[in-house]
């Protein structure tokens, strides 16, 4: 079974940053998709965005769009997210999901997950 571990959560200040990390053991890790997805307190798991299997392709989430780059290093079998700019709606866990195919913003569509690092933005 593939494991996906996200770190480098914690607390920052409005308009901070902070980058995640997700080291995959999927052996075939240079051929899926990677997306980022984050839940709020109280609110549904929300997509962030995601990259190609190549790095070629990026899509973020409107409300992230011009702050968080998403890349992501296939020797290392790790994927980043560099959040900018950071607000404190952006306070979440953040999760990292992995699948072959690109262009879904559902989580139900990514086959594995990882646990889950918790960032929270101070105002």
């Known amino acids: 079974q593939v494991q996906l571990v996200e770190s480098g959560g914690g607390l920052v200040q409005a308009g901070g940053s902070l980058r995640l990390s997700c080291v995959s053991s999927e052996r075939a890790f240079n051929r899926h998709t990677m997306a980022w997805f984050r839940r709020a307190p109280g609110k549904e798991r929300e997509f962030v965005g995601h990259?190609?299997?190549?790095?070629?392709?990026?899509y973020g989430a409107d409300s992230v769009k011009d702050r968080f780059i998403i890349s992501r290093d296939n020797g290392k079998n790790t994927v980043y997210l560099q959040m900018n700019s950071l607000k404190p709606e952006d306070t979440a866990v953040y999760y990292c999901?992995?699948?072959?195919?690109?262009?879904?913003?559902?989580?139900?569509?990514?086959?594995?997950w990882g646990q889950g690092t918790q960032v929270t933005v101070s105002s």
């Open positions: 990259i190609s299997w190549n790095g070629n392709s990026t």
């Open positions: 999901a992995e699948d072959l195919r690109l262009g879904y913003f559902t989580p139900s569509e990514y086959h594995s």
